[in-house]
Each structure stands twice: as structure tokens, then as C-alpha cells.
């Protein structure tokens, strides 16, 4: 992956922050949705269904973009540790920002649920009718949501520490593609 300048580019920055509200969205209509048999039950599920298919979409762009266009490298200080905890949390990240979806989709595709989008469009099936697939990946959609819930926050706490304990510029690259050393 190539090495670019200290930030990341205006399109990752998009791409990221988008995602980042989009996800937290996401996970509290999915903790509403299975909270309650109200009729908002109705409406956060189909809130949720073309979510999922719009953060798949974009995180597919967005690891293209990253591919090609690299990330800032991190601080030569960092320690190793926490230079392959920043590789390892963006690998995982990754994996459940395209897992969720796709496993979200199987799912109903399992439970012979349609997959409806806005404007009465549908998704075909990806996996076939199976009950006992369905429960499997109901368990797993339930599981990895709060493995994803936890590396958010695991995210949110490094990008907090390297802005107010290391104050090295790694959040202001993704922030405002501030150049690393640099204060406004």
C-alpha cells in the first residue's frame, strides 16, 4: 500500500465520517429493532435492511480508495504494540464492516424473508431457505454487531488518545487532513 503526505485524502475523510455516522446509526436502530415488538419495530427494520446494503456498498468504495490511495504513515515513535494494534483494529474493522451486511443478507435469505430496499426494490436471495441456517446466522448477526460495537469504541479510544494524551496528529489527519506536528 502506498505511503502518501501526513493525511488522509478529502475523499477518505468523506468515506470515514460518513461511515462513522451511518454505522453508530445503524447499531442503535439494530439495538431498537430487537427491543421492541411496538410498530416502530416495522420501521426501524426497514430502515436497517437498506442500510446495511448502502454501509456494504460504501465500504466496498472505501476499501477500494484505501488500496489506492494508502494511508498516512503513523508515527515513527509509536510503539510496535500499538502499531500493530492500529493494523490489527483496521483489519477487523474491515471484516465486520463487510460482514455484517452480507451476513445480515444471508440471514433473511435463510429465513425466506425478502429483502427490501427503498422503492419496493428487492434483493435476491444469496444463500438458500434453512431454518437452521437462519438461526446460526441470527446468532452470528447478533455476535459480531457486538463485536463491531466494541471496536467502534476501541477506535474512538485510540483516535482519543493520539488527539489528547499523545497529541501527535493521527486524529487531525482523518479530522481535517491536518499535517501531522502541525496545531492550528
Known amino acids: 500500500m502506498k505511503q502518501p503526505g501526513q493525511h488522509f485524502s478529502a475523499l477518505q475523510r468523506l468515506l470515514h465520517w460518513s461511515m462513522a455516522v451511518l454505522i453508530i446509526a445503524m447499531l ?12 416502530l419495530h416495522d420501521t426501524l427494520l426497514a430502515l436497517h435492511r437498506p442500510l446495511g446494503i448502502a454501509l456494504l456498498a460504501l465500504v466496498l468504495v472505501r476499501l477500494a480508495v484505501r488500496l489506492t490511495r494508502g494511508a498516512p504513515a503513523l508515527p515513527a515513535d509509536l510503539p510496535i504494540w500499538q502499531r500493530l ?15 455484517m451486511p452480507l451476513i445480515g443478507w444471508s ?24 431454518v437452521a441456517l437462519y438461526a446460526w446466522l441470527r446468532a452470528a448477526h447478533t455476535w459480531l454487531a457486538m463485536a463491531l460495537y466494541a471496536s467502534v469504541l476501541l477506535h474512538l479510544g485510540a483516535a482519543l488518545f493520539h488527539a489528547l494524551i499523545r497529541r501527535d496528529g493521527v486524529l487531525a489527519s482523518m479530522a481535517r487532513g491536518e499535517v501531522r506536528g502541525q496545531l492550528r
Do not use: E, N, W
Not at 494494534?85 to 460482514?99: P, R
Open 85 to 99: 494494534g492500529a493494523h490489527a483494529s483496521h483489519l477487523v474493522l474491515y471484516a465486520l464492516m463487510i460482514a
Open 107 to 130: 440471514m433473511l435469505s435463510a429465513g425466506g424473508y425478502p429483502i427490501v430496499m427503498f422503492g419496493g426494490v428487492h434483493l435476491p436471495p444469496i444463500v438458500p431457505h434453512d
Open 28 to 39: 442503535f436502530v439494530g439495538v431498537g429493532m430487537v427491543a421492541t415488538v411496538s410498530r
